[in-house]
Nanobody
Framework: QVRVVESGGGLVQAGGSLRLSCGSS????????MAWFRQAPGQEREFVAG????????SYADSVRGRFTISRDSAQNTVSLQMNSLKPEDTAVYYC?????????????????WGQGTQVTVSS
């Protein structure tokens, strides 16, 4: 069974930084696109950032572009999300998705390979 595990969430003040990491037991990871989504209370889950399996291309939501950076370590089968200049509206549960596909610059998440989520809270 494939396991996807996120870590690195927490509480931070506005303007601060956090780094999220995602790892998976799946042997598909080295050849898989990966992405981060988030879901705030009462809202739908939304795309945050994604990266191709080679790491050569990435995509970001407009709300985080220029503040967040997604990267991957193929040797460790992990993907990270560096979040800088955090805002209270970034508060959400952040989820990692593994093995999705791309339609142009839009990431289509894998239906099954989701992590359990990690809470990010930004105080004002």
């Amino acid at each position: 069974q494939v396991r996807v595990v996120e870590s690195g969430g927490g509480l931070v003040q506005a303007g601060g930084s956090l780094r999220l990491s995602c790892g998976s037991s799946a042997r598909i990871v080295p050849r898989s696109a990966m992405a981060w989504f988030r879901q705030a209370p009462g809202q739908e889950r939304e795309f945050v950032a994604g990266i191709t399996w080679s790491g050569s291309s990435s995509s970001y939501a407009d709300s985080v572009r220029g503040r967040f950076t997604i990267s991957r370590d193929s040797a460790q089968n992990t993907v990270s999300l560096q979040m800088n200049s955090l805002k209270p509206e970034d508060t959400a549960v952040y989820y990692c998705n593994v093995g999705g596909s791309w339609s142009g610059s839009s990431y289509i998440p894998h239906r099954t390979f989701w992590g359990q989520g990690t809470q990010v809270t930004v105080s004002s």
